[in-house]
């Protein structure tokens, strides 16, 4: 495992006001990272200490050791591409010009970015000022000069604000291709439902703190969030299969054909050999896990304070 940035123990103050508080938090060689939570929670200050943009109160920030708002942090950002939440361009410049402009800043050539805007699917408004692009267009644009010099950690902002499904589709294959050829990327999102099947990990802020990272089932399991069954049973039925359930299962919709049946993880297959031992009762089964969603309501809740 390489931890290509790091977060280690960070705090930030303002003026006595806490943003971000004791966040320890790894990137992952190869791997994309959700950072979700609500506005305020924490997530742009964790993006504007990596870029070096601020300095913690306490603990450290690197990117592969090196610090980003030290003496070498112009050698660390060369390795980031950066997609801001509200991409702002020169309306007057056209999408070759920008490009350039972004690649000079960059000190990388302009070789390669009329196939960046193919890639993104703009490339036949790459003449065109960019005051006459749509949000979306303007959107693909901030992705395109995000990818100039092919970096290695990439730090997406809501990166498919703005876009129509079909495109919001694109933007996750191009995310999983990077990650294929061995980016680091972090997509800061407050479309949890939308990513959860498209990152690897997630880190879930809440009021300036970490609450938990990890993947997936690593988030469940340290939630102990509950399986959900739903069981669609013969009319009137629904009595009986409650009746034969092992305790601890909670009943959370009974119809006059179906039941919802939230579970432990633990107890999730007793719970299912009971239901097929009671097949002549039983039509039909579903199971589920909470998603990103509810396990981040789940947590946030857990704290006791208002999102």
């Known amino acids: ?13 303002y003026r006595g006001v ?11 060689a ?3 990272t959700a950072l979700v939570g609500h506005n305020g929670a924490g997530k742009t200050t964790l993006i504007k200490l990596l870029l070096g943009l601020i300095r913690p109160s306490a603990g450290s920030v690197r990117i592969s050791g090196i610090d980003p708002a030290g003496s070498r942090g112009a050698e660390a950002r060369r390795a980031i591409g950066f ?9 007057a410049m056209t999408g070759n010009e920008l490009m350039a402009f972004h690649a000079r800043l960059k000190g990388e050539p302009c070789r390669d970015n009329a196939a960046l805007l193919e890639r993104v699917g703009i490339a036949h408004a790459a003449d065109r000022r960019v005051a006459t692009y749509s949000k979306g267009m303007r959107q693909r644009l901030g992705i395109a000069q995000a990818l100039i010099g092919a970096p290695r950690l990439l730090l997406f902002d809501e990166p498919t604000s703005g876009l129509d499904p079909a495109s919001r589709s694109d933007v996750y294959r191009m995310i999983d291709a990077l990650r294929v050829g061995g980016a680091t990327v972090l997509v800061c999102t407050h479309a949890l439902a939308e990513v959860q099947d498209r990152v690897d990990r997630a880190a879930i802020m809440h009021r300036g703190r970490l609450l938990a990272a990890g993947t997936l089932a690593e988030l469940r399991r340290g939630a102990a969030a509950e399986a959900r069954i739903r069981v669609r049973v013969r009319p009137g039925a629904g009595a009986r299969v409650l009746a034969a359930m092992p305790q601890g299962v909670r009943c959370a919709e009974h119809g006059d054909a179906s039941l919802t049946l939230d579970v432990a993880a633990d107890a999730k297959m007793p719970v299912l050999r009971v239901l097929a031992q009671a097949a002549d009762l039983v039509d039909d089964i579903e199971t ?14 857990a ?5």
């Open 1 to 13: 495992m390489t931890i290509v940035a790091q977060w280690s123990a960070v705090t930030k103050r």
């Open 288 to 301: 589920g896990a909470p998603g990103l969603q509810e396990l981040y309501d789940r947590l946030v809740g």
């Open 30 to 32: 190869g791997q994309v």
């Open 18 to 28: 806490t943003a971000v508080e004791d966040v320890s938090l790894g990137l992952e």
């Open 83 to 91: 997609l801001p939440e509200s991409v702002a361009f020169h309306g």
């Open 303 to 307: 704290t006791g304070e208002p999102t």
